[in-house]
């Protein structure tokens, strides 16, 4: 009970100390007032009683003072004052404030900007209940690892035998074509089974999720609509359960509205599909193609969902071993498969920004130590008035706290309109998985402010202690030369400088490397001709595997026709989307067992005639797929250059035969050879690749490829049109180019070079400033000394080499660590290039020689005005 | 005056003070009166030791202030005892005994 009345009352000392003033003013003037009645009762007169009453209290405001420091509050007090002192300080020096809190701002955004896209992608969870909670399934081939999509036939097992999970969905996401009032349109849709809402916990806005029987075979066609979707096609209509989505091939009754923003990855669909297991026959419904998600069940964990699954796949393996040969299962969690890839580039940025940071405050605490010497009287004469050695130190920490606190305001502004411009820019090289909106959120706030405090601390502390070694005599004597606490502070200051200088040198080259890499980039080889070639997006739906085949034939015979068309073909997965298909495949003496021991893996594509043309790869022995080639005739295939030189070393390929599988199991002759394409990206080696053509097994998904004379856009519409004559219900979705593909799959490498180049410069403009910074500072404390010299007759060419030699010799010591620094580092460096060796001395040599040629600029300035001083001037007391 | 205002006096004050308000609740200037009277003028409290005290004894919770009237009719700010001030009285008290007759004790010896 008494401690709280005592707290209160040191609260309300501490905020109303106005009031509490008053009160004590009241009290001793009411003590004051009794003491002058005394003495006028005592005979004296008014203005005598008053006189010796002032003189007994003695000085009224010491006794207020006493009272003041008995409150127990000194400290509170002495903050408050250290912080007005701060102020005054700073607005002082408007100059060096300026520069010191737009470099603070600058250093300080730059990584609450980082960190903004950090904590959107990495460290945000996804926007469901218990997100840690959902997994990914992945099937990989157990001796590469690479993880693949999943089996239809395999997701029944896991479904039936797995206890880790609550429960797991299998879904994909190939489109659907809608019947709009203008004609066929072709939408996102996702197939999905009926756990979907359940994994992720989450529920339809309107109606239900699939049921059991919705995902047999032969039941109704149902739909659910995504929300945007039913927004958008049905006007948000309360009613719409029931209702018909109409599709070429009839209508589907709605069933559901998801609820708003659901999404896996990157797009909402627009609509969800029931995806058919026919329980009998499982993989009837696709081949490893489809993605599987799941939620563990509680109290299981992810490594106990893991070996759980693994010991599932190794029974598996010995079940089927026709589909699971030498497959295992990876089980992941959700938000780790989305973000992996965008982690190691995050990390770059963090580290790359926090290096300027650094850059920046030892800059600052360079600068603060330069002035703690002109403060040397300012702090003597404290000190010989009683302040503690603790004390200066810490009004020059507030000092620091004061300049860092705005520089990280500022900061958030920077980092604000920062963070906008990069989202305009490109935000998706940064994001990968992620769809989430960026933007400052508190914890960004809370980044900022602790690493205002964390930056005030590294640059305020070791000026703080230099300056408060006070020898207040020597000081107030003004013997500020030749001292022993002058040498150390110069020396400090030599190393603060070769270390910014080595950290900008780092910095300097890891952009070389970057811009190595991306110009490496650009320069792959992909095995096709991105310029001037036309995509888009044709989906065939529900038709039979003949109607499908001549579709896509009169299609192809329509638009070649086109004027400005040079050549038109089809394929499944269009490169660089990150689809691909692989399947397996017998050589022809061993085509007749079928043995599943002997099959070999390859990768596939499925394309139709002309598509070599139209994408621009050469053909290099036998033909390409053409007319001759029909669903009727004999059973044609082209492979790649790896793939003929991996199983047919002796050279002679066209005319041999394969089997492929499930290609309705007839030897196929190969019919020609052609070059080898980068189809998974930039970076990756071209794999094996067989090309099945497209009229003899058909598939639902198709990608045209139109190669055009002059700008492809220009021939949309007409392409377009000739699409509508042969098919006019045939949606068309997608229309790009291969080159906007191309650059999507630069736009990270692009972002990433850019983006470290940038923060590269700021810290060599940064070190150069410090280097000059010092040099400038040496010239200045012994301006007196050079005048002396230069009127004994030394050469001005001396004093110039003297000075320019002491600035190189900065500059060539921080080159060295920098350098060692950079090789030491390399290997964290080798994710990021591509082309180059993370050693290339190239890229050392030329970062070198840059920094040296701008730094050694700033050395001659201050130098050269050395060597112009008046000896007259300089003599002249200050 | 014995002394220095300060040093020997500061505790011997506390004392002094908190059995000046056992007995009732006081001002500033009353306390003063009081003592110069009780020990019949051997000790005068200076008003620049007395409000400070009085501050620090608030401050630590022995006694507590109110303003009110006096019978002047003039504002003033009166103090009084609190429990934990009684027991504290009591404590100091108890010290200065042994110590005043540990001092006596010694300087008896010849």
């Known amino acids: 009970m008494r401690w709280t009345s005592k707290l209160r009352l040191r609260v309300l000392s501490l905020f109303r100390s106005g009031q509490v003033e008053r009160e004590l003013d009241e009290e001793l003037q009411y003590h004051l007032e009794r003491l002058i009645d005394d003495h006028v009762a005592a005979g004296l007169s008014p203005s005598e009683a008053r006189y010796r009453a002032l003189r007994e209290m003695g000085g009224i405001d010491q006794r207020k003072e006493e009272c003041r420091d008995a409150r127990g509050l000194a400290l509170v007090d002495s903050l408050r004052q250290d912080l007005t002192y701060a102020r005054r300080a700073l607005r002082k020096s408007p100059g060096f404030s300026a520069v010191a809190i737009l470099s603070l701002a600058i250093g300080i955004g730059a990584n609450t900007t980082i960190f903004t896209f950090v904590n959107a992608v990495l460290l945000r969870p996804l926007p469901y209940p218990e997100s840690d909670r959902l997994v990914v399934l992945q099937e990989h081939a157990l001796d590469s690892g690479e993880p693949l999509n999943a089996h239809p036939a395999n997701f029944v097992e896991w479904r039936a035998r797995a206890r880790s999970f609550e429960a797991l969905a299998l879904v994909q996401t190939p489109p659907l074509n809608v019947m709009g009032s203008n004609g066929a349109e072709q939408i996102g849709r996702m197939l999905t089974t009926s756990e979907l809402f359940r994994v992720f916990k989450v529920s339809p806005v309107l109606g239900r999720g699939f049921t059991e029987e919705e995902t047999r075979p032969g039941s109704n066609q149902v739909v659910i609509l995504g929300y945007g979707f039913w927004q958008r096609w049905f006007g948000g209509d309360a009613g719409v359960l029931g209702r018909q989505l109409a599709v070429p091939e009839g209508s589907l009754t709605v069933v559901g509205v998801a609820p708003p923003g659901f999404r896996i990855g990157l797009t909402e669909p627009d609509t969800f599909t029931p995806l058919t297991i026919d329980p009998a026959n499982p993989g009837s419904t696709g081949s490893r193609a489809f993605q599987c998600y799941g939620r563990l069940a509680s109290g299981v964990s992810l490594d106990a969902a893991s070996a759980e699954m693994t010991a599932i796949a190794s029974a598996l393996r010995h ?40 850059i920046a405050c030892v800059n600052l605490a360079g600068l603060l ?10 702090f003597a004469v404290r000190s010989a008035l009683g302040a503690g050695r603790g ?44 769809a989430e909106p960026i933007g400052l959120d508190t914890r960004c706030v809370i980044f900022t402010l602790v690493v205002s405090t964390a930056t005030a601390l590294v640059f305020g502390l070791v000026p703080a202690r230099q300056a408060s070694r006070v020898d207040p005599q020597a000081a107030l004597r003004e013997q500020t030369r030749g001292a022993t606490a002058d040498r150390r502070h110069h020396r400090v200051r030599k190393i603060l400088v070769v270390a910014e200088v080595a950290l900008a040198v780092v910095l300097l080259v890891g952009a070389g490397l970057l811009l190595r890499t991306l110009s490496s980039l650009v320069r792959v080889d992909l095995g096709f001709q991105p310029a001037g070639t036309l995509t888009m997006g044709l989906f065939l739906g529900l038709r039979s595997p003949e109607t499908r085949s001549v579709v896509i034939d009169q299609i192809l015979d ?5 004027p400005g068309v040079r050549a038109a073909g089809t394929i499944q997965f269009l490169p660089l989307r990150g689809m691909t298909c692989g399947t397996g495949f017998w050589l022809e003496d061993q085509a007749s067992s079928q043995d599943p021991s002997r099959t070999q893996p390859t990768e596939c594509a499925l394309v139709s005639r002309g598509y070599f043309a139209a994408m621009g790869i050469p053909v290099l022995a036998g033909r390409p797929f053409d007319r001759r080639d029909r669903m009727s005739g004999p059973r044609v295939v082209v492979v790649s250059q790896s793939f003929a030189k991996r199983y047919f070393p002796d050279g002679r390929v066209p005319g041999r035969r394969i089997l492929v599988q499930s290609s309705n199991q007839a030897l196929a002759e190969i019919i020609g050879v052609v070059g080898d394409v980068r189809h998974d990206g930039l970076t990756s080696d071209p794999a094996p690749t067989v090309f099945l053509l497209h009229a003899q097994t058909p598939g639902y998904i198709t990608n045209l490829v139109v190669r055009t004379s002059g700008d492809p856009l220009t021939h949309a519409t007409a392409v377009r049109r000739a699409i509508h004559e042969v098919e006019p219900s045939q949606a068309v979705a997608g229309m790009g180019t291969i080159e906007q593909d191309v650059m999507k799959v630069l736009a990270r490498p692009r972002l990433q070079a850019a983006l470290v180049t940038c923060f590269a410069v700021i810290a060599v403009v940064l070190a150069v400033i410090g280097v000059y910074g010092l040099i ?19 050469t001005r060419e001396r004093i110039f080499f003297e000075l320019f030699r002491q600035g190189a010799l900065l500059v060539f010591a921080g080159l060295v660590v920098g350098v060692a620094a950079a090789i030491a580092l390399r290997e964290m460096a080798s994710t990021f290039v591509f082309g180059v060796t993370t050693a290339d001395p190239l890229t050392y040599l ?21 060597s112009r001083v008046q000896p007259i001037s300089a003599l002249r007391v200050e | 005056m014995m002394g220095k205002p300060t040093d020997l006096l500061q505790g011997t004050l506390d004392l002094l003070v908190l059995k000046t308000l056992a007995l009732e609740p006081m001002h500033g200037w ?6 110069q009277q009780i020990t019949g003028d051997v000790l005068q409290v200076r008003p620049g030791a007395l409000y400070p005290a009085l501050h620090r004894l608030e401050h630590q919770g022995w006694i507590t202030a109110r303003w009110g009237e006096t019978s002047a009719g003039r504002r003033a700010k009166y103090y009084s005892l609190t429990r934990a001030g009684r027991l504290q009285l009591g404590r100091e008290s108890e010290q200065w005994r042994r110590l005043s007759s540990a001092v ?3 300087l008896d010896t010849v």
């Open chain 1, 319 to 358: 079940e089927d071993p026709r589909l699971n040969k030498g497959m295992g299962v990876f089980v992941s969690g959700l938000h780790e498969s989305l973000v992996r890839e965008a982690r190691p580039g995050l990390r770059l940025l963090m580290a790359v920004a926090a290096i300027v940071l650094a």
């Open chain 1, 391 to 434: 004390r200066l130190v810490r009004q020059l920490v507030i000092e620091s706290l004061v300049l860092s606190f705005c520089g990280g305001a500022a900061g958030i502004a920077v980092a604000f309109w920062a963070t906008q411009a990069l989202v305009a820019l490109n935000a998706g090289a940064l994001t990968a998985g992620i």
């Open chain 2, 30 to 35: 009353g306390i003063t009166l009081r003592i």
């Open chain 2, 104 to 106: 006596t004790a010694l």
């Open chain 1, 369 to 378: 130590m330069a002035r703690g010497v002109g403060r040397r009287s300012e």
């Open chain 1, 776 to 794: 400038a500072y040496v010239v200045k404390l012994r301006t007196h000394e050079i005048g002396i010299r230069l009127a004994l007759g030394a």
């Open chain 1, 846 to 866: 030329v970062a070198a020689l840059t920094f040296s040629g701008v730094a050694l600029a700033a050395v001659i300035i201050p130098a050269h005005r050395a």
């Open chain 1, 558 to 562: 329509r638009v070649e026709a086109v």
